[in-house]
Nanobody, 125 residues
Framework: QVQLVESGGGLVQAGGSLRLSCTAS??????????MGWFRQAPGKEREFVAA????????FYADSVKGRSTISRDNGKKTVYLQMNSLKVEDTAVYYC????????????????WGQGTQVTVSS
């Protein structure tokens, strides 16, 4: 059974930082062949793209809302992808989901076939 397990979420004050992690197991193909992405969903809103990274780390993409404040990275040896978020804002509050896909780094959720259960990030004012 494919598992993507997110961690690192929590409650933080505006202006603070968090580092999310997502560790994969039992993916059908080698972790290093997957593009990885982070998405988020705030209450009452649709899931939206946050960041994505290619299998080789040569390409990264960010939503405009987090660009300059967030960094996506990965450690293929640990089968883990990270999302470092700085200067957090109240509007960053959401459940953050990790996703793995074989189609290459993308901002479209339909290009990711494997999803984690999510980790809650709450930013207080």
């Amino acid at each position: 059974q494919v598992q993507l397990v997110e961690s690192g979420g929590g409650l933080v004050q505006a202006g603070g930082s968090l580092r999310l992690s997502c560790t994969a197991s039992n993916l059908p193909f080698t972790f290093s062949t997957y593009a990885m992405g982070w998405f988020r969903q705030a209450p009452g809103k649709e899931r939206e793209f946050v960041a994505a990274i290619s299998w080789s780390e040569t390409s990264t993409f960010y939503a405009d809302s987090v660009k300059g404040r967030s960094t996506i990275s990965r450690d293929n040896g640990k089968k883990t992808v990270y999302l470092q978020m700085n200067s957090l804002k109240v509007e960053d509050t959401a459940v953050y989901y990790c996703a793995a896909g074989r189609a290459g780094p993308s901002s479209s959720s339909s290009d990711f076939g494997n999803w984690g259960q999510g980790t809650q990030v709450t930013v207080s004012s």
